[in-house]
């Protein structure tokens, strides 16, 4: 028999959601308020029976051991309000009857917060015995004196609900104050100082969490991992963060002595060697990360630590190195673990665009089946497109299997900078008018420009002015270019709360405008009109302001920047083996 134990106070915006995704789960709902004013009991009154209330005392751990002490399942599972259960996975009782040698359970909880990699497990299911109550009168906890009795399920998954960043801060403060209180009770509690820390972390005052987190390590045994490993990788971030990468360092490589199984702190240390440009030592470092795998299920983990950011990390220092051919092939087996991490086809392409013609570049994605990935197709596809080469880029949302659905912008500015400007217009066409961005307007009214058709082009940019009020801006920077390619006379200067908004936007067109590259040399020669679209955003830049004027001359610095990036690159990359 399960038992579900939850303490609640005017949660009547999130407690039907909550024991809706847990009734089938459990046998028994206990629910313990401790002071509501809304109808959080009403609510509960439509899930069970069992509903107490408990004087508030300032203490969630007497509030929670209350509620267990109500409980006449042998399995208690806890979850806060605005938490729910996702059993699509693995239920609880499976979980418990698959184990029948642990007498606690961690399970994985999901946060607004929490990377599609990282993972947190908490102790939420434990037996109904003395042995096991809450403790801490914040951040309350189930001490686990002896590991062994604790199992780790992978399912199922409670998913905490999201909250605002305004929210969670004052969630933050709030919970900052109490902790204080309580470490001035108790001043040595290493508990108390890590929560703290967590509490200073997630404010981002690093310099203010760092010496918490310290003072818990300096306590915190070796053996209690479940607390030591969250503490090292916190201390290990703070010090990065406050730029003193070599102490960080150092802490990972005193740890990997320490926990020679702990694969994150291997990977770490790799990384901040990889930070500090000393390639082969990190190397070594994600290496071993890859040959320990996943670590003992007691440790805090990043996923991919052991396996495709290993990868990846490594790629990338053999690159830097000179052994192309090897960082290739770790870049691979990087996608190849994990499709959805596309960080190394950014490498590769970047190795390839500098060292063989743009042509065999897509040969080569092509031959390597990219194409048959949607996510990888729409990053080559951007990719090829940033490197000034929109006809590959279209090319390949071309190779796609779902390129009929596809109406998104990059598609569209592929189309259009490649030359197919009646194929980008059938394609906005086909899009439901009420759907459109205005990027899309934007692309849509430059179409018709390059088209020669300025009363089209007009229209789009009167109807953009009508139907979006907050995008006015724009549609004046449209209509100034339109009046200034057809009649030669721009409009009236705008008012200045426009003015960064419309530069930015010509900017934005004319970055476009230089990639393009016509599949029909008719397309350029038809009345010059991407010549003359060039010159008269230039003009219009230059002319409008002396900020618009400086904004220019820092755009084409930049590019002229970009350029010797491009170059060193690429001549840096020639002097090794990889060709």
């Not at 096991?132 to 905490?160: D, K, L, W």
């Not at 109490?178 to 001035?184: A, G, K, S, V, Y």
């Not at 936007?505 to 016509?518: G, T, V």
Request: charged share 25%.
């Amino acid at each position: 028999m399960i038992s579900l134990a939850m303490i609640v106070r005017d949660e009547e915006a999130n407690l039907a959601e909550c024991l809706g995704s847990i009734k089938d789960e459990v046998d028994e709902i206990v629910i313990v308020d401790t002071g509501s004013t809304d109808q959080t009991s009403t609510i509960a009154s439509h899930f069970t029976s069992k509903i107490y209330h408990f004087p508030w005392k300032g203490d969630f751990s007497a509030a929670r051991n209350f509620a267990v002490s109500q409980c006449s399942g042998q399995w208690i599972l806890s979850l806060d309000a605005d938490e729910r259960l996702d059993s699509g996975q693995g239920s609880i009782r499976q979980l418990i009857s698959n184990s029948p040698e642990f007498d606690v359970f961690g399970l994985p909880l999901l946060t607004s917060s929490t990377t599609e990699y990282e993972k947190f497990t908490v102790i939420r299911l434990f037996r109904n015995t003395a042995e096991y109550r809450f403790v801490g009168r914040i951040h309350e906890q189930v001490i686990i004196c002896n590991e062994s009795v604790v199992g780790i399920g992978h399912a199922p998954v409670i998913c905490h609900k999201f909250v605002t960043h305004k929210q969670r801060n004052k969630k933050r403060w709030r919970n900052l104050k109490l902790l204080e209180q309580e470490l001035r009770r108790d001043p040595d509690n290493y508990y108390l100082k890590y929560y703290i820390g967590v509490e200073w972390l997630g404010l981002g005052r690093y310099e203010k969490a760092l010496p918490y987190f310290q003072a818990a390590v300096a306590r915190i045994s070796v053996k209690q991992r479940m607390f030591r490993g969250p503490s090292i990788r916190y201390v290990v971030d703070c010090l990065k963060f406050l730029g003193r990468s070599d102490e960080a360092l150092e802490i990972c490589q005193k740890e990997c002595e320490l926990n020679p199984d702990f694969t994150d702190v291997f990977f770490e240390a790799g990384a901040i060697l990889e930070g500090q440009g000393r390639y082969k030592e990190g190397i070594d470092y994600f290496h071993k990360a890859i040959q320990l795998g996943d670590p003992p299920v007691w440790f805090f983990h990043c996923k991919g630590t052991e396996s495709f950011l290993a990868y990846y990390h490594a790629g990338f220092c053999y690159e830097k190195t000179g052994f192309y051919e090897v960082a290739e092939s770790y870049y691979w087996q990087a996608l190849t673990i994990n499709p959805q991490y596309i960080c190394p086809l950014y490498s590769l392409f970047l190795m390839k665009v500098t060292n063989i013609k743009p042509g065999s570049v897509f040969d080569y994605f092509h031959e390597k089946d990219s194409f048959a990935h949607d996510q990888w197709t729409a990053t080559l596809a951007m990719l090829f497109f940033e490197a000034g080469l929109p006809e590959l880029a279209a090319q390949c949302y071309e190779q796609s299997l779902t390129v009929s659905g596809d109406t998104s912008i990059h598609r569209i500015r592929s189309l259009l900078y490649s030359g197919c400007i009646q194929q980008t217009l059938n394609l906005i066409n086909s899009i439901d008018r009420a759907n459109m961005t205005i990027e899309i307007n934007i692309e849509e009214i430059l179409a018709y420009i390059l088209n020669g058709d300025y009363n089209r082009a007009k229209q789009c940019a009167l109807d953009l002015w009508v139907h979006f009020p907050g995008k006015r801006s724009e549609a004046w920077a449209m209509l100034t270019i339109i009046a200034r390619m057809n009649s030669g006379v721009g409009y009236s200067k705008p008012e200045k709360s426009r003015e960064g908004a419309i530069i930015e936007l010509q900017l934005s067109i004319m970055e476009n405008c230089l990639r393009f590259r016509p599949k029909h040399f008719d397309v350029t020669c038809r009345n010059c009109v991407f010549k003359k679209l060039l010159k008269t955003i230039a003009d219009i830049l230059m002319e409008s302001s002396a900020e618009s004027h400086m904004k220019m001359i820092d755009y084409m610095q930049g590019k002229a920047e970009n350029l010797r990036s491009m170059l060193y690159y690429k001549y840096t990359a020639a002097r090794g083996l990889y060709l």
